[in-house]
């Protein structure tokens, strides 16, 4: 939940079961269960009520926060990528079929005459 560890929960342990005692650890663990329980529970019910009372613009509210959150999982070789191979006018990558994963490659010609109009230059998807 937190991002902690094994490791950094039994750190939290014993550090409670110094400044607390043995005699009240257990009964402060259930006092933080319950707070956080109820936090959990205050943050899906404001959830629900600006679900229910936004109704359609609580998705456009949403978008950028999605658009951030796609922006995360991005890595350097899906950024380059994209930025140099997807088409601004469609925003999707020329080679790529729409069910396939990986851009197909281009066969590569055998001459070394200069590319014609129209014709899109060799691809190599492992050299990108």
Known sequence: MFGLS?????????????VLGPER??????????????A?????????QLRTELGTEYQQL?????DL???RN????TAVSRHLLDDPRTGTHPLVS???????????RNTGAPL?????????PDAT
């Not at 991005?74 to 070789?77: G, H, S």
């Not at 729409?98 to 590569?108: G, I, K, L």
């Not at 014609?116 to 190599?124: I, L, V």
């Open 6 to 18: 094994l490791e950094h929960l039994l750190i939290l342990l014993v550090a409670g079961l110094f």
């Open 25 to 38: 650890l257990p009964e402060s663990a259930r006092w933080l269960a319950k707070t956080l329980t109820k």
């Open 40 to 48: 959990r529970e205050f943050a899906t019910g404001a959830q629900n």
């Open 62 to 66: 949403r978008k950028p926060l999605q």
């Open 69 to 71: 959150s796609a922006l």
């Open 74 to 77: 991005l890595d350097p070789r």
């Open 98 to 108: 729409s069910d396939t994963e990986f851009p197909s490659a281009v066969p590569r």
């Open 116 to 124: 014609t109009t129209g014709e899109r230059a060799p691809f190599d």
